[in-house]
T-cell receptor
Framework: DAGVIQSPRHEVTEMGQEVTLRCKPISGHNSLFWYRQTMMRGLELLIYFNNNVPIDDSGMPEDRFSAKMPNASFSTLKIQPSEPRDSAVYFC?????????FGPGTRLTVT | AQSVTQLGSHVSVSEGALVLLRCNYSSSVPPYLFWYVQYPNQGLQLLLKYTTGATLVKGINGFEAEFKKSETSFHLTKPSAHMSDAAEYFCAVSVSNTGNQFYFGTGTSLTVIP
C-alpha cells in the first residue's frame, strides 16, 4: 500500500491567494483527519470525516478554511484567502481501526 | 474527558543509554494508547500501540511501552539509545476503536548525544 498521499509536498504562495491541499487516504479506511502543525501550537486537529461526512470541524480556525471529501479516496483542504499566519505543515491522516496513519505533510509558506 | 500529558518537552540521553519518555493519560473509559515518532521533515509514524491484552507492548526500532492502569501511564522505553533515535515523540490516546477521538500529547524532542 502506498500509504496516505498528500500533494503538493511544498507550497509557497502570496498572501491573499487561494491554496488547496490534497489528500488520498489509504484504501479501505473510512475516517480521514486534517491536522496543522506549528512550532507555537504543536499538532492541532482541524477537521475529521467519517464515511465522507464531516463529523467535527471545531478545530477549523476560521471561515477562510474549508474541507471537503467528495468520495472515499479524496479530500481537500482549502484556504481562501491565505494569510502569513497560515504558514505551517498540514498533515492528512486516515484510519480504519484504532490507529491513524499519517501522510508526509504539505509545508505551506504564505509570504 | 480525555487528555495526554508528556512530561519533559526535551530529553537528552547519551548514545547507548536508556531512553525513557513519559506519558500519562486521563480517560473515562478504557483507552487505546499509542506512541508515534516524527523524524525531521516527515509525517508521524506509528511506533507501537496498546489496545487490549498484554500490557507490555513492543514496537519498531527496539522501543517498548507498558500500560499501567493504576498509574494511568504509558511510558516509552528503549534500553540503548542510537543516534538515529533522535526525533520528536508523541503519545496519543483514543477512546474509539475506529481511530476517531484521538488525543495527542504535546510531544517530546529526543536528542542523542554521541
Amino acid at each position: 500500500d502506498a500509504g496516505v498521499i498528500q500533494s503538493p509536498r511544498h507550497e509557497v504562495t502570496e498572501m491573499g491567494q487561494e491554496v488547496t491541499l490534497r489528500c488520498k487516504p489509504i484504501s479501505g479506511h473510512n475516517s480521514l483527519f486534517w491536522y496543522r502543525q506549528t512550532m507555537m501550537r504543536g499538532l492541532e486537529l482541524l477537521i475529521y470525516f467519517n464515511n465522507n461526512v464531516p463529523i467535527d470541524d471545531s478545530g477549523m480556525p476560521e471561515d477562510r478554511f474549508s474541507a471537503k471529501m467528495p468520495n472515499a479516496s479524496f479530500s481537500t483542504l482549502k484556504i481562501q484567502p491565505s494569510e502569513p499566519r497560515d504558514s505551517a505543515v498540514y498533515f492528512c491522516a486516515s484510519s480504519f481501526q484504532y490507529e491513524q496513519y499519517f501522510g508526509p505533510g504539505t509545508r505551506l509558506t504564505v509570504t | 474527558a480525555q487528555s495526554v500529558t508528556q512530561l519533559g518537552s526535551h530529553v537528552s540521553v547519551s548514545e547507548g543509554a536508556l531512553v525513557l519518555l513519559r506519558c500519562n493519560y486521563s480517560s473515562s473509559v478504557p483507552p487505546y494508547l499509542f506512541w508515534y515518532v516524527q523524524y525531521p521533515n516527515q509525517g508521524l509514524q506509528l511506533l507501537l500501540k496498546y489496545t487490549t491484552g498484554a500490557t507490555l507492548v513492543k514496537g519498531i526500532n527496539g522501543f517498548e511501552a507498558e500500560f499501567k492502569k493504576s498509574e494511568t501511564s504509558f511510558h516509552l522505553t528503549k534500553p540503548s539509545a542510537h543516534m538515529s533515535d533522535a526525533a520528536e515523540y508523541f503519545c496519543a490516546v483514543s477512546v474509539s476503536n475506529t481511530g476517531n477521538q484521538f488525543y495527542f500529547g504535546t510531544g517530546t524532542s529526543l536528542t542523542v548525544i554521541p
